[in-house]
T-cell receptor, first 114, second 118 residues
């Protein structure tokens, strides 16, 4: 089955710097890759996603890139702000999974220092 | 995006009692919902897949008799932790698969329920 590896586990940046979180997946059939932001004591919030027919997607300060050949995808946050501090999870969804079940990475705790 | 409402947000119960957690899709119909469990500083662990009108599919190692799931309508799924014990204390989160032009196939999560069993 699918396996998703996420790095780094923790990331500390200065406000205004960029942050990059990387994930690799094992199943080449996976075709949907969402990213979630989770604040303490809350449920994950979908922030951006990408499908396998697209190489890059951008939404304001957030972008995701996908390399299907290498089976990895990355989250890029530019001009980071303290409110970006949270745990970020990547996920992958193989098409054969029931109803769109997601396989999550281990999470990255991002800390943006003012 | 679609809104998923989860209640209660926090519950404290005595050992041996049962606790029900509700998950509602507020502005869309969800034929499929998922229940996750999360330990502190850990990733989300899928417990079961809930399909409207049919039995839930449980992940390996999850006791179906202990974690009862009911998905009686297209907007509501419930998770009942039966005969709760301290080791069941955890953060439980539901998610629902969106249906619609802009949210199709996307998963949206509830706000989670922190269960503490004394």
């Amino acid at each position: 089955g699918e396996n998703v590896e996420q790095h780094p586990s923790t990331l500390s940046v200065q406000e205004g710097d960029s942050a990059v979180i990387k994930c690799t997946y094992s199943d080449s059939a996976s075709n949907y890759f969402p990213w979630y932001k989770q604040e303490l004591g809350k449920g994950p919030q979908l922030i951006i996603d990408i499908r396998s027919n697209v190489g890059e997607k951008k939404d304001q300060r957030i972008a995701v890139t996908l390399n299907k050949t290498a089976k990895h995808f990355s989250l890029h946050i530019t001009e980071t702000q303290p409110e970006d501090s949270a745990v970020y999870f990547c996920a992958a969804s193989p098409p054969y999974n029931q109803g769109g079940k997601l396989i999550f990475g281990q999470g990255t705790e991002l800390s943006v220092k003012p | 995006g679609a809104v998923v409402s989860q209640h209660p947000s926090r519950v404290i119960c005595k050992s041996g009692t049962s606790v029900k957690i509700e998950c509602r899709s507020l502005d869309f119909q969800a034929t499929t919902m998922f229940w996750y469990r999360q330990f502190p500083k850990k990733s989300l662990m899928l417990m079961a897949t809930s399909n409207e009108g049919s039995k839930a599919t449980y992940e390996q190692g999850v006791e179906k008799d202990k974690f009862l799931i009911n998905h009686a309508s297209l907007t509501l799924s419930t998770l009942t932790v039966t005969s709760a014990h301290p080791e069941d204390s955890s953060f439980y989160i539901c998610s629902a698969k969106g249906t619609g032009a802009s949210t199709n196939e996307k998963l949206f999560f509830g706000s989670g329920t922190q269960l503490s069993v004394l």
